[in-house]
């Protein structure tokens, strides 16, 4: 299967402190995903990027598709102590559909008050 | 408008026993996705199913897995003859149509443990 790397595995920040993760694959994608997982819940869906380079923010969230379509960073801006969870990046090749989507290990993230 | 359904939350088994777990997909999604997640890592694709329908299995184990979704009623993953390593969490996911990763969402989970 494919191998999608996240970095760190873990994080403990301070309330208020950005927050940078990033997610590394030897395949190439032309889709990349990033959720959110609540313990004892299934994902949500943070942001979709659909081209090389683009950039997309949502809210306090800013995703990059890297240059190389190997790569992807998530920043978390001012983060808050419902910013708690595991962050997962998600790649899909050619063919879209959810069944070609393929998941990192996740960042999980712990804000302290 | 009720979210994707999954039950049992929790099931706890003996192994050699039979585990059936449950997903009622959003209302209008005629498309349901199966995933497990194992401890510490990230969701691993099962099987693809559209109303009555298998449309990919590839992610799915050759032996004591299937899969359904009847014209009426949920879709059920099955899992027979447990064995500890089928220890994990089941998260269901659905969508109206195929290509659609901003209408695709998932259920709470089925967190099946084997003793």
């Known amino acids: 299967g494919q191998q999608l790397n996240q970095s760190p595995q873990s994080m403990f920040i301070q309330e208020g402190e950005d927050v940078s993760m990033n997610c590394t694959s030897s395949?190439?994608?032309?889709?990349w995903l990033w959720y959110k997982q609540d313990p004892g819940e299934g994902p949500v869906l943070l942001i979709a990027?659909?081209?090389?380079?683009e950039l997309t923010s949502n809210g306090r969230l800013t995703a990059q598709f890297g240059i190389t379509r190997k790569d992807s960073f998530l920043n978390i801006s001012a983060s808050i102590p419902s910013d708690v969870g595991i962050y997962f990046c998600?790649?899909?090749?050619?063919?879209?559909?959810?069944?070609?989507?393929?998941f990192g290990t996740g960042t999980r993230l712990t804000v302290i008050p | 408008n009720a979210g994707v359904m999954q039950n049992p939350r929790h099931l706890v088994r003996r192994r050699g026993q039979e585990a059936r777990l449950r997903c009622s997909p959003m209302?209008?999604?005629?498309?349901v996705y199966w995933y497990r997640q194992l401890p510490e890592e990230g969701l691993k694709f099962m099987v693809y199913?559209?109303?009555?329908?298998?449309?990919?299995e590839s992610g799915m184990p050759k032996e004591r897995f299937s899969a359904e979704f009847p014209k009426e009623g949920p879709s059920i993953l099955r899992i027979q003859q447990v064995v500890r390593g089928d220890s994990a969490a089941y998260f269901c996911?659905?969508?109206?149509?195929?290509?659609?990763?901003?209408?695709?969402?998932f259920g709470s989970g089925t967190q099946l443990s084997v003793l």
């Open positions: 209302k209008g999604h005629s498309h």
């Open positions: 990027l659909y081209k090389a380079g």
């Open positions: 395949s190439i994608f032309n889709t």
């Open positions: 199913l559209q109303k009555e329908n298998i449309i990919d």
């Open positions: 998600a790649g899909q090749k050619s063919r879209a559909g959810a069944n070609n989507l393929f």
């Open positions: 996911a659905s969508s109206p149509t195929v290509a659609t990763n901003e209408k695709l969402f």
